[in-house]
């Protein structure tokens, strides 16, 4: 059995709300990981899976809502924005570290798909991150973007339409919203099928609102997440497939890394990753070997 506490914490302007899971025995001060998931999700989506797992495995694992997304507070709503979901992980470790039944000095880190970029970010900022697990990661620079959105023009297409976008928020409050997912808007963040975000058994629920803020392309498209590896010095590891989102971003991301560093190449689609079996059991497994290694009292 697991303990399960809904908890909010300070995040500057906003207050965030998270489940803290606990394992049901906790005898000592304990190591503890933040979790975090894809580019607009909500904590439903796959870090409680994932946060679950970890406590499981003798953990305590906080997985929450940034700011402006899910239960927590922020305006304006579902905007992606890389700093502010950095700052986010931030004050996350923070409400762990005054927790009195969490070691501050074992704390680490866990991002599935998107959130591989902003907890790589956190560690190469925040040295209270001690150990750094990357699942199905999305690692990105300009060219990688380029390739993945239809070429530098597509890129500038997308950048001028969140200056527009951003301008008119700024000018009337509206925020200009499309589809994160879906197979027949082509206006869509992912304009294509598929199934687990519009599959209600799987992501596609209502806690899940499936809009992507169009001021927000410039931020997530200049991102440059690649850069970010010479400033990792913590153990890190990746688990990943080549089946899954830009293989060759985690093999550029594995290689600039300045720490510690293990891979995993193991089988899948990106999706599998997020809910389906054997790859969670897998990811998590792995991930809580790493962390016995490396979060040591």
């Known amino acids: 059995m697991l303990s399960l506490e809904k908890v909010t914490f300070d995040a500057g302007d906003a ?3 998270g489940n803290l899971y606990l394992p049901d ?11 975090a998931g894809t580019w607009t999700s909500v904590k439903e989506l796959m870090a409680n899976r994932y946060a679950e797992r970890l406590a499981d495995r003798g953990y ?25 979901k950095v700052a986010d992980i931030s004050h996350a470790l923070a409400f762990l570290a005054a927790r009195p039944e969490i070691d501050a000095d074992r704390l680490g880190a866990l991002g ?22 990357l699942v199905a990661p999305w ?13 530098a023009e597509k890129v500038a297409e997308l950048i001028n339409a969140a200056d527009t976008a951003r301008e008119t928020y700024r000018t009337t409050g509206a925020v200009e919203y ?11 963040a992912m304009p294509m099928e598929i199934d ?58 594995h290689a600039g890394l300045a720490g510690p560093k293990d891979i ?10 997020y809910d389906r079996e054997p790859q969670v059991t897998v990811a998590a497994d792995t991930a809580a070997a790493h962390f016995a290694r490396t979060l040591r009292g």
Not at 112 to 133: E, G, N, Q, W
Not at 239 to 250: K, L, N
Not at 264 to 273: A, E, I, R, V
Request: hydrophobic fraction near 45%.
């Open 60 to 84: 305590a694992a906080l997985s929450f809502d940034f700011t402006g997304f899910g239960e927590s507070q922020g305006e304006p709503r579902e905007v992606e924005r890389p700093a502010q």
């Open 139 to 151: 690692l990105h620079d300009a060219a990688i973007c380029r390739d993945a959105y239809g070429g």
């Open 15 to 17: 207050v965030l709300t």
């Open 264 to 273: 995993l190449w193991t089988s899948g689609t990106q999706f599998d990753f």
């Open 112 to 133: 599935i798909c998107a959130a591989a970029m902003y907890m790589s970010a956190a560690t190469a900022a925040d040295p209270r991150v001690k150990s750094l697990v």
């Open 196 to 253: 687990f975000y519009l599959n209600p058994d799987r992501g596609g629920g209502s806690v899940w609102p499936n809009r992507f803020a169009v001021m927000a392309w410039r931020d997530w498209l200049t991102y440059d997440a690649i850069a970010l590896a010479p400033r990792v010095t913590r153990p890190t590891l990746i688990v990943h497939s080549e089946d899954a989102a830009i293989p060759d971003g985690t093999r550029r991301f």
């Open 178 to 188: 499309v589809p994160v997912v879906s197979a027949t808007d082509p206006r869509a």
């Open 25 to 35: 025995t906790v005898d000592a001060a304990l190591p503890a990981v933040v979790v």
